[in-house]
């Protein structure tokens, strides 16, 4: 990939990242802040994002998806482009939820094809991946009190219809009480494991070039946030309740056990 075509496409991931910002904002305080303005910048960055798609197509003469990288960045402003045409069409703000974090981690990983000079200073490296440990166990303990809760909003909502009012029920918090703890605990994981994601493929790129995108077990941890992110903007935006939050909570937090579980296995490879 040329080097100007990787500039406009960073300058696009930049541009997206304010559209992470409003959609973590968003799930955490259930309140959107800066959709107007993320959705400027999403606008704005989808123009940067063209002129890359654009300017490597007409180097390599042909469609520029040669490989993942390429083929993120391609897929990504497919998706910007189709989000565009169907907010200004329908006025669907509310997938911006889903879209403007899934654009960004996709463009992300489009523009580190290009490898960079590795750490000058390790301190530097090690910080970070201690930071995303971190976040990664804080954004886990979120979606563990998410599916917990969720689980018990199911057993109370069971003694509800069944019209039981044994002792065991009345040890069990109010649905509210549940249903707002669902809420926040899911908002502050989403919010913990996606800086988590984005400061390891940095620390990733930045160590190992390209060569991390092929590691099987950064797939997982791609197919739990995916996983994670599917849970909130089916809470968040189309107003899931009950049984299906609490089946595909349980659903990330195994993609969560397994990512964790090959954590271990996954630095070392890292560093190799």
Same mark, same amino acid.
């Given at each position: 990939?040329?080097?100007?075509?990787?500039?406009?496409?960073?300058? $696009? /991931?930049?541009?997206?990242?304010?559209?992470?910002?409003?959609?973590?904002?968003?799930?955490?305080?259930?309140?959107?802040?800066?959709?107007?303005?993320?959705?400027? /910048?999403?606008?704005?960055? &989808?123009?940067? !994002?063209? @002129? +890359?798609?654009?300017?490597?197509?007409?180097?390599? !003469?042909?469609?520029?998806? %040669?490989?993942?990288?390429? #083929?993120?960045?391609?897929? &990504?402003?497919?998706?910007?482009?189709?989000?565009?045409?169907? =907010?200004?069409?329908?006025?669907?703000?509310?997938? +911006?939820?889903?879209?403007?974090?899934?654009?960004?981690?996709?463009?992300? @990983?489009?523009?580190?094809? %290009?490898?960079?000079?590795?750490?000058?200073?390790?301190?530097?490296?090690?910080?970070?991946?201690?930071? !995303?440990?971190?976040?990664?166990?804080?954004? =886990?303990?979120?979606?563990?009190?998410? &599916?917990?809760? $969720?689980? @018990?909003?199911?057993?109370?909502?069971?003694?509800?219809?069944?019209?039981?009012? %044994? +002792?065991?029920?009345?040890?069990?918090?109010?649905?509210? #009480?549940?249903?707002?703890?669902?809420?926040?605990?899911?908002?502050?994981?989403?919010?913990?494991?996606?800086?988590?994601?984005?400061?390891?493929?940095?620390?990733?790129?930045?160590?190992?070039?390209?060569?991390?995108?092929?590691?099987?077990?950064? $797939?997982?941890?791609?197919?739990?946030?995916?996983?994670?992110?599917?849970?909130?903007?089916?809470?968040? +935006?189309?107003?899931?309740?009950?049984?299906?939050?609490?089946?595909?909570?349980? @659903?990330?937090? $195994?993609?969560?056990?397994? #990512?964790?579980?090959? !954590?271990?296995?996954?630095?070392?490879?890292?560093?190799?």
């Amino acid at each position: 990939m040329g080097e100007s075509s990787v500039l406009w496409l960073r300058v $696009a /991931a930049c541009l997206y990242s304010i559209g992470l910002l409003d959609a973590i904002i968003t799930v955490v305080r259930r309140r959107e802040a800066l959709f107007r303005i993320a959705l400027s /910048a999403f606008g704005l960055g &989808a123009l940067f !994002h063209l @002129v +890359s798609i654009v300017e490597q197509g007409l180097a390599q !003469h042909q469609l520029p998806v %040669n490989d993942i990288f390429q #083929t993120m960045s391609f897929c &990504a402003f497919i998706i910007t482009a189709a989000f565009l045409a169907i =907010y200004y069409r329908y006025k669907a703000g509310s997938l +911006s939820v889903f879209i403007f974090p899934l654009v960004f981690v996709m463009t992300l @990983v489009g523009a580190l094809r %290009n490898p960079v000079s590795p750490w000058s200073n390790p301190v530097m490296g090690n910080t970070l991946l201690v930071v !995303h440990v971190a976040a990664s166990l804080a954004g =886990y303990a979120a979606l563990l009190f998410t &599916a917990a809760s $969720a689980v @018990v909003y199911l057993v109370q909502e069971k003694q509800l219809k069944r019209k039981q009012t %044994n +002792s065991f029920y009345r040890m069990l918090p109010p649905l509210g #009480t549940l249903d707002d703890l669902i809420s926040k605990s899911l908002g502050l994981g989403f919010a913990f494991l996606t800086i988590g994601m984005v400061i390891v493929i940095i620390w990733a790129f930045v160590g190992m070039g390209t060569r991390w995108i092929g590691e099987p077990r950064v $797939a997982i941890s791609f197919i739990t946030w995916a996983v994670y992110l599917a849970l909130v903007f089916f809470r968040v +935006s189309a107003g899931w309740r009950g049984r299906k939050t609490a089946i595909l909570s349980i @659903v990330a937090l $195994a993609c969560c056990m397994i #990512t964790w579980l090959a !954590h271990a296995q996954l630095q070392k490879r890292l560093l190799q």
